[in-house]
């Protein structure tokens, strides 16, 4: 069909740079995409260190110059070359503590930390805060890393039969009435890190999501599922390169009052570099979807049957507040009977931008549009010569407004609509959320 040989054509094209980066990343430039007087103050810093090595304050002033522009290592140099010349700096030893944690050598981090906080002269404020990045230190050595996050608020639809996963079907009646809902989303992830030379280590993820309409409660929805799988680093030597991780997964989806299905399935994750502005990812997942029949859809079973996807999604950060987005999708949906078998293309690019809110902490702002395209295998019965083809059109802006390092307020306002040749398939959807999401580890 002409949306798989697209598809297929178009990811070939693009898994071949994402797999020639695994050899051998390039060096990342710590001043791409830098703003141009960050990258003077860098320059000018680093001459004035260069014109009076043995000025102490000149050093420290390049690495801080250095810490905001990301050379993280030029600003460990520069100040690892002022504890050679005096030993008993507590300061710059807490530095060295955080840039190492940045870095991700948490041993290195630990000791200059605990040399830090040998000063009994250490002033309040700067110890409280090396005692707190005394726990991350502490978290990232633990062989056990937990985490994750909680999202929940209000969404209104204009029409209720749009809902966040598009391969849900819905009931006919619930078309074009408007409708509230609460809504939550939970997610937690955990990792194992055995300290192995080669970097593996095991990550698990979870996620539960619950909707509950005031009206429409046959579109109420609940999703859960759990990946699982160990990532493993391409380049031994090198801790930037790509990965691979191949997991495990199981969803279950309870539609209305019933089971509507589960699907146990696999998938495999490359995942290039992230030293650079640029990252991409490419992923391949299976899940076999088993759907349960019930008195108001005794014929869901018709599409049991395998879901394929292949996902390619990239990012690039132009400026230190700007990046864009792109992914493009691949997805083969097998069913038992032909008019429930379909190919989908879809294609989705965004902008994202942050700057200080107006509670002085870093705002976001992101707008995304995207475009799917179904083509069904054959004309559904009572449909002669007529098969079924659909194009949907998605246009989403979301706000999002942090109230503290771990809170933050997210609004979001979109537009959905889907043509299609079958008329009965046609509609389209005006939605906004509000809500709150609290990340926690």
Known sequence: MRALRFAVCLLAAAFGPVLAGTAAAPAADPLAGAPPELRQAYDAAFQAMLADPADLDRTFEFAKVATRIGDYEGAVAALERMLMAQPNLPRVQLELAALYYRLGSFEMARGYLDAASENPDMPAQVRERADELRERIERELSAHRFGGSLYAGLRYDSNANSLPDDNINIPLSATAEDDVAAFGTLSLNHTFDPRRADGLVLESAGMLFANRHAEQDQVDLTVAEIKSGPRIRLNRRDTESATLRPYGIFTWVHLGDATHYHAPGAGLEISSFTGGPTSVAALAEARHRSFNDTASTPNKSDEDGWELT???????????????????????????????????????AGVAHSYTGLNGTPWNTSLTAGIATSDYDGPELGLINVTRSDTDYRLTLVQTMPVSPSLAAIATVGYFKREANIAVNAFDNVFATLGFSWRFQ
Do not use: P
């Open 310 to 348: 292949a996902t390619l999604r990239g990012s690039h950060r132009i400026t230190q507040q700007t990046g864009l987005s792109a992914s493009v999708q691949y997805t083969r949906i097998d069913a038992e009977r032909a008019w429930r078998a379909r190919d989908q293309v879809g294609l989705s």
